[in-house]
């Protein structure tokens, strides 16, 4: 009987019935899960592009087609004399020339098994791999020089890839950072329909008890409470199924990453997963709560100063 009284009291509106605890926090779940998606994929981003940038970072390809002709300039070959010529240039270090071996595997999975068994009916050109060491390499300057020992030698810098995967990785972390703040807006406009049901079925009660004095702060509190928790609750459930979900997720996408590290690359599951996404159970949780919360205060507040 005693906790029966004490259920009364602190429901003095009839919150319980008046809103339920089926839909809201069924639509914070999901909205909370969405939001993991998107939190994941901003993650995921930045990590593949400094992993990637890692690699490419002041990397520089020279292609040198017919290697084996005599170069323009000097009896040896095309790809040794750009060769002498690059490891002789300024700024750039660590030149060597691909092996068979090592092109054939760049090839293979575009050209299949005829990249390995030398069937190609064309002549691959020689490829030529060198690190700037300083940020004036132009790599039109360099094909310029080389041209005039191998004509038709073509230079690539790894910076310009780089720039284009920065400018997309800003766009993927902005259109994550939009659907966060797209889901925390349907979250709370959720949150406020439940609110307003619950007013129009207890308006009576609610009428009743303002005019008897309650001040509109107890009132409002009464149903913050009530979304609080039930918005929790959903934020909750939420958080606990995304994990499992970007942990297989993560472990599709491991083909993607390249040149991990092996700290990265020997775990797997949830424990592979960053830190700020294993914690999404409890993030989630205290964001909806928050959100059912702020959601429930504004919108009460305002329809008592209507009601007044």
Do not use: C, Y
Not at 148 to 174: F, H, K, M, Q, Y
Request: aromatic share 4%.
């Amino acid at each position: 009987m005693a906790r029966r009284r004490h259920a009364s009291r602190a429901d003095r509106i009839g919150l319980r019935a008046a809103m339920a605890d089926r839909l809201l926090p069924f639509v914070v779940a999901a909205m909370s899960f969405l939001a993991a998606l998107a939190l994941a994929g901003s993650i995921a981003a930045g990590t593949l592009a400094t992993r990637w940038l890692s690699g490419t970072q002041g990397l520089m390809t020279i292609e040198v087609s017919n290697p084996s002709a005599p170069a323009a300039a000097a009896g040896a070959s095309r790809v040794d004399a750009v060769l002498q010529m690059v490891r002789a240039m300024p700024g750039l270090a660590d030149a060597r020339r691909l092996s068979d071996t090592e092109l054939a595997g760049l090839l293979k999975p575009w050209l299949g098994a005829a990249a390995d068994d030398g069937s190609l009916p064309i002549a691959l050109p020689a490829i030529i791999v060198v690190h700037a060491t300083t940020g004036a390499a132009d790599p039109a300057s360099i094909a310029t020089v080389l041209d005039r020992a191998a004509p038709g030698t073509l230079v690539d810098s790894g910076s310009r890839w780089a720039d284009r995967l920065a400018e997309l990785t800003a766009s993927i972390r902005a259109s994550a950072a939009a659907i966060l703040v797209i889901v925390a807006l349907v979250a709370a406009s959720v949150v406020a329909v439940a609110v307003r049901a619950g007013l129009a079925q207890r308006r009576e009660a609610i009428e009743i008890i303002h005019g008897l004095g309650a001040l509109d702060s107890d009132i409002a509190n009464q149903f913050a409470g009530r979304a609080m928790r039930l918005a929790a609750v959903g934020g909750l459930i939420g958080g606990l199924a995304a994990p499992p979900v970007l942990a297989w997720l993560g472990h599709l996408a491991a083909g993607l990453i390249i040149a991990a590290p092996p700290s990265a690359g020997g775990s797997g599951g949830l424990a592979g997963l960053p830190p700020l996404l294993v914690a999404t159970p409890v993030i989630f949780t205290l964001a909806a709560a928050l959100i059912g919360w702020i959601a429930a205060q504004v919108t009460v507040r305002g329809w008592l100063r209507r009601l007044t």
